[in-house]
């Protein structure tokens, strides 16, 4: 009689639960960063025990990707990715990525197995997240203390010749904050000093704005994003005095490509998005 109870009591759970969900904008917005959030983890955590057989190796972010990619499914997200045939090969690079929501964590899952040799700076804070934390120092997060600008740059500059002797491909948000708007933020300028640093080009990418998430309005739908790889900018040759020219180009490039992914996204210009699936993507 109780298990009947029981049962009873969960079905009648659900079934307020989904009713919730399908009515309520709000719930639905939760619920759907919640799953977000707790899968990320999990995702990341669940291959722990692996990817302590090789720590620090940008190879431990393969599973945990493809984990995030499962995840994205599920949400009902749909990317598609271009442009690998501008891909930099045979040198490291510093790829930069428009920062837009937490959410560009699996346009990271996307990129990984198909970039190579990747690695991305985050601030100090996240490594505690254990065991998020964990998961991200063995794949070979490069942590930075934010609040001490001259050791955080003294990170910086040490990653500079990483990449270059070890031809290492960092991910970094030049924006620095969140942001989803018509048009890019100013760029900081740490990501452009470790570039002209090591002297290796960057690799601009650019990912269409997400219009099926808004924080103000509790919007978060079902959708879809193109991830757009641009040519390589050269650095080679190029000195701290560059340095405001080069963010200004690379900004304006950045920016009106958004810019066009955006509207073709937004207008369903689907003939125009050549889709490449990496679901299943490994690189060893």
């Known amino acids: 009689m109780n ?6 009591g969960g079905a009648i759970l659900l079934v307020a639960g989904y009713a919730l969900f399908s009515a309520s904008k709000v719930f639905r917005y939760y619920t759907k960063w919640v799953f977000f959030c707790i899968g990320a983890c999990i995702a990341a955590s669940i291959f722990i025990p692996v990817m302590l057989l090789r720590p620090r190796d940008y190879r431990n972010g393969l599973l945990p990707s493809w984990g995030a990619r499962q995840i994205s499914k599920c949400l009902g997200l749909k990317w598609s990715v271009r442009g690998t045939e501008n891909i930099v090969q045979d040198t490291g690079c510093v790829i930069l990525i428009n920062h837009q929501s937490a959410v560009d964590l699996i346009v990271l899952a996307n990129i990984w197995p198909i970039m190579g040799r990747c690695t991305v700076i985050s601030k100090r804070e ?3 997240l254990w065991p998020f934390g964990l998961a991200a120092w063995l794949w070979g997060t490069i942590f930075i203390d934010r609040l001490n600008v001259e050791k955080a740059q003294s990170t910086i500059n040490k990653t500079g010749d990483t990449i270059r002797n070890n031809k290492a491909k ?5 924006e620095g904050t969140r942001h989803i708007g018509d048009e890019l933020l100013p760029f900081k300028k740490g990501a452009f000093h470790v570039a ?3 002297q290796t080009p960057i690799q601009p990418i650019v990912v269409s704005r997400y219009y099926f998430l808004d924080s103000k309005t509790y919007k978060f739908d079902a959708g879809k994003s193109v991830i757009e790889i641009l040519p390589a900018i050269p650095t ?4 701290k005095n560059d340095i405001g020219e080069l963010i200004e180009k690379t900004r304006t490039v950045m920016n009106n490509a958004y810019k066009k992914l955006t509207q073709q996204v937004t207008s369903n210009c689907d003939s125009s998005i050549n889709n490449i699936d990496t679901s299943d993507s490994t690189k060893s």
Not at 3 to 8: A, H, I, Q, R, T
Request: no cysteine.
């Open 236 to 239: 080679a040759g190029l000195t």
């Open 3 to 8: 298990v009947s109870s029981e049962m009873l």
């Open 170 to 174: 960092l991910a970094m948000f030049p």
């Open 196 to 198: 002209i640093a090591s």
């Open 126 to 128: 996240i490594f505690y």
